[in-house]
């Protein structure tokens, strides 16, 4: 055999075995892992009060209730409309040469998964009452009120965010309660909290463990659970007793416009949010758009307030909201 006895074929063939498993084994898989590690194309970096909001979570220890990544779990489906992926965290960069990257994905869902949080919570004026006091806005509430980002102050300055929080939850405060450089940073920061949607170009990824979609409960009309619909997407802010929270929110008990007759109105505001009533209320955020309501989904929600709380008011159809929606458009 003159190949085992020829030095060059030999150290050829070798070499070209080596060059080709390196090939294999190391240097794709690190190529394609650059790619994947990349920042997706609708993120940006974090802005200085955003970054300064970030080491505010860190030091507060937020970590210890919230994780940052929705799980490749159907259960974890109402956090992000994907599971997180390594992209997501491309643009956590070391701190400095002493401190790591804070990559805050945290252990322990005593809260709920924030990595969504800005999408899912976006109203400035709902995070301050909540970081104020969660209480005031959620009553069954275990998380601890964070009062010390909050000065007391007998007059509001120029540039001073007043926090509306209910008399009941102002023990021993007389003056205006009003957001420190430190509360705004922060909720900057969750706000800043948005699951970023694939690019076309990459495979979609998709939940494990799905459960069969329910046929469609309530209603009897073909509509979807409005109950449930409001509870999640309205009840934070307006309660699920219809009552809302004093000087934050408004009650929808009673209310002229769930009751009364301009559906267009109704729908507008449900879908693109409302700044009607200020000054004696914060401005509501398009609630509608960001979750991609359908005409059902909403006339569910109009349907179940309309006929909660001793609400009386005439149903509607999905077609009845389409035409304005529509319109809206
Ligand atoms: C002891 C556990 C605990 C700690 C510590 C904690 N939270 Fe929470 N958090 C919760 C719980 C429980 C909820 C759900 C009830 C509620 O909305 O208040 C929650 C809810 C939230 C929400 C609303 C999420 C949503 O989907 O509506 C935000 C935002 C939030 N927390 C931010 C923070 C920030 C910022 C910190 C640190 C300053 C913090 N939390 C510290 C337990 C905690
Ligand atoms: C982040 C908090 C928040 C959420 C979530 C929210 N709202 Fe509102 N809503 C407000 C605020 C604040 C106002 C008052 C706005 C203003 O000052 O005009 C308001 C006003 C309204 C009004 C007008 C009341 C009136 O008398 O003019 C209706 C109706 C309403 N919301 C329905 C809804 C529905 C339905 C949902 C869920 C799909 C919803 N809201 C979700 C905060 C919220």
Redesign the pocket.
């Known amino acids: 055999m003159d190949f085992f006895n020829n030095q060059k074929k030999l150290f050829t063939a070798a070499l070209l075995l080596f060059v080709g498993l390196a090939l294999v084994i190391c240097i794709f898989p690190a190529l394609q892992s650059m790619r994947d590690y990349q920042p997706l194309p609708n993120t940006k970096p974090l802005t200085d009060s955003e970054q300064r909001g970030k080491d505010i979570y860190v030091s507060e220890g937020c970590i210890a209730c919230h994780t940052q990544q929705v799980r490749n779990v159907d259960m974890d489906q109402v956090f992000g409309n994907r599971p997180s992926i390594a992209a997501d965290y491309a643009r956590n960069k070391r701190m400095n040469v002493w401190q790591n990257t804070a990559n805050l994905l945290g252990s322990e869902s005593t809260g709920p998964d924030l990595t969504n949080v800005g999408n899912r ?1 976006p ?1 400035t ?2 995070q301050y009452s909540h970081l104020y006091n969660p209480r005031s806005v959620v009553p069954e509430s275990v998380m601890p009120s964070y009062k010390w980002l909050f000065i007391e102050k007998p007059e509001l300055g120029v540039n001073d965010i007043e926090v509306k929080v209910p008399e009941k939850f102002r023990v021993g405060i007389t003056g205006k309660i009003v957001a420190s450089q430190d509360a705004k940073d922060l909720v900057a920061y969750l706000l800043s909290l948005k699951q970023a949607e694939l690019p076309k170009s990459m495979p979609p990824k998709e939940f494990l463990y799905k459960k069969e979609a329910k046929p469609s409960a309530a209603g009897g009309d073909g509509l979807p659970d409005g109950e449930n619909l ?1 509870n999640t ?2 009840a ?3 309660q699920t007793s219809g009552e809302g929270v004093p000087g934050a ?2 009650p ?1 008990k009673g ?4 009751t009364g007759e301009d559906l267009e109105l ?1 729908v507008t ?2 879908m693109k949010g ?5 000054p ?6 398009p ?2 758009t960001t979750a991609n309501f359908k005409p059902e989904d909403v006339a569910a ?1 109009i349907n179940h ?1 309309r006929t909660s709380w001793g609400n009386q008011g005439k149903k509607v159809t999905a077609q009845d909201v389409k035409a304005i929606m529509d319109k809206l458009k």
């Open positions: 919570q109203s004026d709902w409001f997407n309205c934070t802010c307006h929110f408004p929808l209310d002229k416009v769930v109704y505001i449900i409302y700044n009607g009533l200020a004696a209320y914060g401005v509501m955020p609630v509608g929600i307030e």
